[in-house]
Nanobody
Framework: QVQLQESGGGSVQAGGSLRLSCAASGFSIVSSCMGWFRQAQGKEREGVAG????????YYSDTVKGRFVLTQDNAKKTLYLQMDSLKLEDTAMFYC????????????????WGQGTQVTVSS
């Protein structure tokens, strides 16, 4: 069974940093597109960052480009999202996702989702 498990969320002050982790099981993290989405209260879900199959390319939404960095550890089958210079508007539930085509923006719906980890940024 394919499973994605997020961790690393929490509460930080504006300007601070967090590192999210997504541990995968049941498949290779480089076998398809993989990345992170988020959904703020009262808003639609949006793509944040994505990685191409094989891990060669990285993609970021305009709102996080230059502040967030996507990395991976193939041996540990884990995807990371380093988030720096966090802003109040970054507050959201972050979800790890995998198994879509594109790779960015996604042109198909991800096949797998994690349970989510909450990120809260305060002033």
């Amino acid at each position: 069974q394919v499973q994605l498990q997020e961790s690393g969320g929490g509460s930080v002050q504006a300007g601070g940093s967090l590192r999210l982790s997504c541990a995968a099981s049941g498949f290779s993290i480089v076998s398809s597109c993989m990345g992170w989405f988020r959904q703020a209260q009262g808003k639609e879900r949006e793509g944040v960052a994505g990685m191409s199959a094989g891990g060669g390319n990285r993609y970021y939404s305009d709102t996080v480009k230059g502040r967030f960095v996507l990395t991976q550890d193939n041996a540990k089958k884990t995807l990371y999202l380093q988030m720096d210079s966090l802003k109040l508007e970054d507050t959201a539930m972050f979800y790890c996702a995998a198994g879509w085509s594109g790779c960015w923006p996604p042109v198909s719906k991800p096949s797998y989702w994690g349970q989510g980890t909450q990120v809260t940024v305060s002033s």
